[in-house]
């Protein structure tokens, strides 16, 4: 156990800004876990022998405020140890939990310690933290699930679906774009390719099935549906007939492939254009 000092009196205000401590550090970490790999407040004291400090109360802030004050109380360096393993504990935990230390968190700790006469203020500053939310992962067998569970254009449920299944993902792309530029030529009968296509192709709505739409905004999907078209071909048709494309994850080439679904969406059958 750390060095004591002589004991210090918690006067009211000083019991206050403890209390404000607990408030702010109680969604840094968890109190205790059934998972020896946690951190956790519990082990951090225990770390330092102190872990009896937490004893008694039966729920978290309380805990806290009774730990945090015998360690006031009782000790004059040990708080800055037991901070400076909390925080970046702290900062690992929260970006599991999908929910990352904020830095005003750590500057409303900062200013409460510096109230207690702890000053960490510069230290605090320094620490990195990462505020923007971690993406969630999606198995790639959820994925496949996903897909085949989706109404699909029937020319994306053959070729480019067995492509993904199989673990193909950049190239179940490259094939869904292909398709869709396949159906373009056949409904537009333009001998154009790629970008330059899909300009000429969707340059009026005649190729567009527009009824579901409201008649006031049928000129905005139809001016809005040829740059996406375009946009498609230079950004994933092109980039994909890459054979050396870095590979792209399968939640990537998931959505691309609902995007090129969408796409098809809008066109009109062979039946309705002519």
Not at 27 to 36: A, D, H, I, M, Y
Not at 93 to 113: D, F, I, M, T, V
Not at 241 to 253: A, F, I, K, L
Request: hydrophobic share 35%; proline share 5%.
């Amino acid at each position: 156990m750390s060095k004591k000092r002589g004991v210090r009196r918690v006067t009211t205000p000083v019991r206050t800004h403890l209390n404000d401590l607990a408030d702010i550090l109680y969604e840094f970490l968890p109190l205790s876990s059934p998972s020896k790999n946690t951190v956790t407040f519990g082990t951090i004291f225990a770390e330092s022998r102190i872990e009896p400090y937490l004893r008694g109360p039966t729920n978290k802030r309380q805990a806290l405020q009774q730990g945090l004050a015998e360690l006031y109380r009782r000790h004059e360096r040990l708080p800055w140890t037991i901070i400076r393993k909390i925080v970046p504990a702290a900062v690992e935990y929260r970006r599991h939990q999908g929910r990352p230390l904020k830095r005003s968190e750590l500057q409303a700790l900062a200013n409460c310690l510096k109230t207690l006469g702890i000053d960490m203020v510069k230290e605090l500053e320094s620490v990195e933290l990462d505020e923007t939310l971690p993406r969630t992962t999606v198995p790639p067998e959820e994925l496949k699930q996903r897909l085949r569970g989706h109404d699909l254009e029937p020319s994306l449920t053959a070729e480019p679906l067995d492509l993904f299944e199989a673990g193909h993902f950049n190239e179940s792309v490259r094939k869904a774009a292909e398709k869709f530029e396949d159906r373009v030529h056949e409904l537009s009968g333009l001998s154009a390719h790629g970008r330059n296509l899909m300009a000429k192709a969707f340059a009026n709505g005649a190729l567009l099935d527009v009824e579901s739409y409201e008649p006031e905004n049928r000129d905005g999907f139809v001016n809005g549906y040829r740059f996406l078209a375009m946009g498609a071909m230079a950004s994933i048709r092109n980039v994909f007939s890459h054979g050396d494309e870095e590979r792209r994850s399968p939640e990537q080439c998931f959505e691309m492939l609902l995007f090129l679904n969408w796409l098809f969406r809008g066109l009109k059958s062979q039946s309705e254009h002519t």
